[in-house]
């Protein structure tokens, strides 16, 4: 099976488990918590469905590989015994058959009606994932369209409120919640009840212009609530994780309930703003907006202040029963929400890392962990005679032998041997073994970020031979961030850009003549002499025609404390002795050569 469908049935599986703890918890707990934590904790729960988070280790992925291992160790039996139970049985050729070859199926015959059943099975599990996403962006292009009708319908019979008196307070009460852009106030006949519209520019449409001002303060304040709250974006993400998990019932009940908990909890926040004693008042205000006979009945991205008459009836017992919440609950809900937060993640989905293991294995590994595969014993064998070799040739110093060895083996390997290379500081054997690596590898990119914090210029421009000239270019961009000039200088060699960096400005060129620096063009002098290599704390030249090299030292403060000639040694160390000895042991050689042959030819 397809395993981006398989990770989201496990993603629609655990969705499940929370859907009925929550529907089972709100028998329980509906009057005696919060109506807005009711609301948004189904994000939660939203959130499992589209998104396959969760540790490594999990309680899906547990139970995935229990089914997994349980299917293959009952698919495998049968084909490990002969229908005789003699191991040769389909070695023996049936006497007395050979004449009857023409009535042998032929084994390149691929029609449907010739292939066992387990095969068309098959080929079915790994296209279904085809249908289902079929089917989802079919519900959801009708979703959409079925909105665009709604909104179109809607603003062709609206006519904008001209009632100075009633845009005033509008403004008023938007004020009040924050809302500091205007908000449109409009009329269609046509609409069952008041509703607000539009994502980014509310419109509240009302069924008729004559409210009373009791029942349009209510109105405008439940509208705007809704919008400060984002709850249409929230309802049309409970449209998409419909559409996306169209085969669970249980999104659709999940559904229902959300949208009731929406109404509900902005009833609570209304009643929150306004003071609880004026729950009558408001509870009348939702009765009057059943009385519209518009013919247009809620969309999808609307939200309205009355939907249906049972709904209304549990809004009306709930708001008569609204109350402030204690401390107690307060702290109790805080709990509860970090319990299911806690679940969900534990629950886990199904690994993004069996993506990895290919679909032809299962059948070794679930019947026995511990059995390796002949390529991962191949491979486990090569890389330990090539890693004894390695050793062997870079305790000798023999750079040749270490540098065959070493392109022998894997990634994981290689990375070993880099990371014990660059602790000794052995910038030879980096150098080659950087050389040995792909362009813009993983190696490569992990090295750059861990040596450019380090500030090594030495090792990490050999690591720009195997930069691509995009990767180098945003490495430019990092170092001219950081104002690292000596990085940008050699990250601009490597561009091909020449001495950009180089160019001195008069003070510079004034302090270096200060300490007997003469700076002409691209060429330094000191006493007389011309350099070969110049290095300074943000500056690295390098003339092949010079006779010294000079050091810069700075205090802290960045000026110029000292400056020296550089040893042997240190020159090494920063650009490298690119010297290969000349002791190849020419057996050694053979025998690698040889080793490599055979593991190759196994």
Known sequence: MNILLKMFLSMSFSGSLFILLLLAGKRFLKDKISRQWQYYIWLIVVVRLLLPFGPETNLMGKAYQTIDQAITHSVSLPQQQSPSGDTNAFNVPASGMEHDNQNTVNPKDDSISSRPVGDILSLFSNHVWLIWLMVA?????????????????????????SNVEQLDRLSVIAEQTGRKRPV????????????????????????????????????????????????????????????????????????????????????????SKMGYDNAQDYGETLLDAMAAVGKYKESLAA?????????????????????????????????LTLCIILGVVFVGVYPAAAADQPSNEPAVSGLNENVIS??????????????????QYY??????????????????????????IYADDRIRFWKTAVNMLDVDCALIQQYAEKIYDDGNISYFSTLTSRMSEETLEEWMGIAADDEKFNFQSI???????????????????????????????????????????????HRLAVNPAGTVNIRITRSEDGKISDVAYMTDTEVTELL???????????????ELLNDMNDFDNK
């Not at 962006?137 to 609206?158: D, N, W």
Request: charged share 25%; net charge negative; proline share 4%.
């Open 374 to 391: 002949p390529t991962q014993e191949k491979n486990s064998s090569h890389n330990e005679v090539f890693s004894s070799q390695a050793e």
């Open 137 to 161: 962006l079919i519900l959801l292009v009708q979703k959409i369209t079925a909105y665009h009708s709604f909104i179109r319908y809607v603003k062709a019979g609206l006519n904008p409120v």
């Open 491 to 537: 990250l601009s060699n490597a561009l091909g850009q020449g001495n950009k960096f180089d160019t001195l400005s008069e003070t510079q060129k004034a302090e270096y003549q200060a300490v007997g620096i003469t700076v002409d063009g691209n060429n330094h002098y000191y006493q007389g002499q011309l350099v070969n290599i110049f290095l300074d704390m």
């Open 395 to 420: 305790e000798d110093d023999n750079l040749p032998l270490f540098e065959i060895a070493f392109s022998r083996l894997d990634e994981k390997a290689q990375g070993e041997w880099l990371d014990k």
């Open 184 to 271: 449109e106030l409009c009329v269609n006949p046509l609409v069952s009840s008041p509703l607000l519209i539009g994502f980014f520019r509310p419109c509240i449409v009302l069924p008729s212009a004559d409210i009373p001002e009791k029942d349009f303060q209510y109105i405008v304040l439940h509208e705007l609530t809704h919008y400060k709250r984002r709850d249409m974006f929230y309802k049309w993400l409970v449209q998409i994780t419909v559409c996306l998990h169209w085969f669970n019932p249980l999104v659709y009940l999940m559904r229902r309930e959300i949208t009731k908990a929406c109404e509900f909890s902005c009833d609570e926040a209304v009643l």
């Open 576 to 590: 490298g002795n690119m010297e290969e000895p000349n002791d190849l042991y020419d057996a050694e050689m053979e």
């Open 303 to 335: 939200v309205t202040l009355s939907e249906n008459k049972q709904l209304l009836k549990e809004r009306l017992g709930a708001i008569m029963n609204l109350k402030r919440k204690s401390k107690t609950t307060l702290f109790f809900t805080s709990v």
